[in-house]
Nanobody, 115 residues
């Protein structure tokens, strides 16, 4: 069973930064893709950033140029650096990994952007 534990959420002022971290119970290189998703009230969960085992990282439009997804293959973590956060960046952020047809999720961490 794959376990994911997110940390690093919280309250940040508009224009501020946060770094989310996801600790993975298995080697991160085992998975086809490492991902961050977000859910806001009344909306479906959406992709924020993805880091395939091979290939280029991808970002949602609102995250492009401001967010950076990274992985640490020694610590088995997947991080999301979020800069210049605006209210549209708020939500519950979930870490996810893909293995074959299976997707494993973390419990989520809240990000609030407010002055």
């Amino acid at each position: 069973q794959v376990q994911l534990v997110e940390s690093g959420g919280g309250l940040v002022r508009p224009g501020g930064s946060l770094r989310l971290s996801c600790s993975v119970s298995q080697h991160v290189f085992s998975f086809e893709s490492l991902e961050w998703h977000r859910q806001t009230p009344g909306k479906q969960r959406e992709s924020v950033a993805s880091y395939p085992r091979w290939g280029s990282r991808r970002y949602a439009q609102f995250a492009e140029g401001r967010f950076l997804i990274s992985r640490d293959i020694t610590l088995n973590t997947v991080d999301l650096q979020m800069n210049s956060l605006q209210p549209d960046g708020a939500g519950v952020y979930y870490c996810a990994v893909r293995l074959g047809t299976s997707v494993y999720w973390g419990q989520g961490t809240q990000v609030t952007v407010a002055s």
